[in-house]
């Protein structure tokens, strides 16, 4: 008993340690995308970018998913007691506690499906576009643009770097629990 | 290699970094989502929820500044003077650039709203289960060794040659609250 109770505190640590390494993955990612050095975001780069924030917003929805479940679980696991008290010190329910939590996790999680709707969307918007190197020196007129870019092939041969619509995943596996209750 | 060509490299180089600090934020979280849901942990206690809730709160934030500056920085590459920007649809068809963009920035639009929001919804969660504990059960038999071990620890207590003092009070009140006599006067 005494060990099991220890493991449960080990994966405590861990999920805590996955937690912040994922909180500064993030603010990582939105340091540099709002550096003054990346001030400009071609569509292929914003096509890549969108599609892993699609799934980041999906695997953020797995966990806000399941932890009503881990967390009405730990009101019933026979290692531990749980007691709980408001800012005064006063004894509150447990579980009437863990139920608002899920209730506003139960939000969360519809509103993470929305948000990863609209960046699929978003990434579908943009999935043909892409770009070429302009001829050094001499600025093309604007007339001369959508024409360059109908027929990449032409003109300078300077390769066309494009976002692949064949890349518009990775999708979540259709069986997941996760896919099933967005959905819904 | 003249300055045009360097800076669309920079160019290039940055929108590989972003796309690498994506991916990098994306294992992160999927390390998260399979550390939390994986088979060995069904049990999520109180108290590492709420550390949970609050790096994913801090995430979303994070992705909300990130889509927030998203739309500005694509537009601006339609003006880029490194660059020049095409789109077709799938048949080959060529399509406005910037009706493009445009259509995926009202998408973003609607992404950072839906983000603003699922902040505060993971902070309320949180709160809800701010202050909440667990204690190790002891079983049956760990329990009662540990009830006797005390009873005989207060049974065995001597009484203090100075009994107005606090501790040999609350060790007086324990015994006549458990009836529990000394087993050995001073």
Redesign the interface.
């Known amino acids: 008993?005494k060990q099991t109770?220890e493991q449960?505190q080990h994966?405590?640590e861990?999920?805590?340690e996955?937690?912040?390494?994922?909180?500064?993955?993030?603010?990582?990612?939105?340091r540099?995308?709002?550096s003054s050095?990346?001030?400009?975001?071609?569509?292929?780069?914003?096509y890549?970018?969108?599609?892993?924030?699609k799934?980041?917003?999906y695997?953020?929805s797995?966990?806000?998913d399941?932890?009503p479940?881990?967390?009405a679980?730990?009101l019933d696991?026979?290692?531990?007691?749980?007691?709980?008290?408001?800012?005064d010190g006063n004894q509150?329910e447990?579980r009437v506690?863990?139920q608002?939590?899920?209730e506003?996790?139960h939000?969360?999680t519809g509103?993470?499906s929305?948000?990863y709707d609209?960046?699929e969307?978003?990434?579908q918007?943009?999935s043909?576009?892409?770009?070429?190197?302009?001829p050094?020196?001499a600025?093309?007129r604007p007339s001369q643009?959508?024409l360059?870019?109908?027929f990449?092939d032409t003109a300078d041969g300077r390769p066309?770097?494009s976002t692949s619509?064949a890349r518009i995943g990775p999708r979540p596996q259709s069986g997941s629990r996760c896919r099933t209750e967005l959905q819904r | 290699m003249?300055k045009?060509?360097k800076t669309?490299d920079q160019?290039?180089a940055?929108?590989?970094?972003?796309?690498q600090?994506?991916?990098?934020?994306?294992?992160?979280?999927?390390?998260?989502?399979l550390?939390?849901?994986g088979a060995?942990?069904?049990?999520?206690?109180?108290?590492?929820?709420c550390?949970?809730?609050?790096?994913?709160g801090?995430?979303?934030g994070?992705?909300n500044?990130?889509?927030d500056?998203?739309p500005t920085?694509?537009a601006?590459?339609l003006d880029?003077?490194?660059?020049?920007?095409?789109?077709?649809?799938?048949t080959g068809k060529?399509?406005?650039?910037s009706t493009?963009?445009d259509?995926?920035?009202e998408?973003?639009l609607?992404?950072s709203a839906?983000?603003a929001?699922?902040v505060s919804?993971?902070e309320?969660?949180?709160h809800?289960?701010e202050?909440?504990?667990?204690?190790?059960?002891l079983?049956a038999a760990t329990y009662t060794a540990e009830l006797e071990a005390a009873r005989k620890a207060l049974a065995d207590f001597p009484d203090s040659p100075s009994p107005d003092d606090a501790f040999s009070g609350m060790v007086r009140d324990l015994r006549r609250k458990h009836g529990i006599k000394p087993s050995r006067q001073p």
């Open positions: 008993m109770i449960l994966q405590g861990r999920q805590r996955a937690a912040n390494q994922a909180s500064d993955a993030a603010h990582e990612l939105a540099r995308a709002n050095d990346a001030s400009v975001i071609p569509g292929p780069a914003a890549d970018v969108l599609g892993d924030i799934m980041l917003l695997y953020v797995e966990v806000t399941n932890l479940h881990a967390l679980g730990s696991d026979a290692r531990f007691d749980v007691f709980d008290r408001d800012y509150r447990p506690q863990v608002r939590a899920s506003q996790l939000e969360l509103l993470l929305q948000a609209r960046a969307a978003a990434q918007a943009i043909g576009q892409g770009y070429k190197a302009r050094q020196g600025g093309l643009e959508p360059l870019a109908a990449p066309t770097i619509t | 003249n045009t060509k669309l160019l290039e940055e929108g590989q970094q972003q796309e600090s994506a991916q990098r934020a994306r294992h992160a979280v999927s390390n998260l989502g550390t939390v849901n060995s942990a069904p049990v999520v206690p109180a108290p590492v929820a550390k949970l809730l609050k790096e994913t801090l995430l979303l994070y992705l500044q990130m889509i500056y998203l920085a694509l601006r590459s880029d003077p490194r660059i020049s920007v095409s789109d077709h649809n799938c060529f399509r406005e650039p493009q963009i259509e995926a920035s998408h973003m609607a992404l839906a983000l929001r699922t919804y993971a309320a969660a949180r809800a289960i202050y909440q504990i667990y204690e190790e059960r079983d």
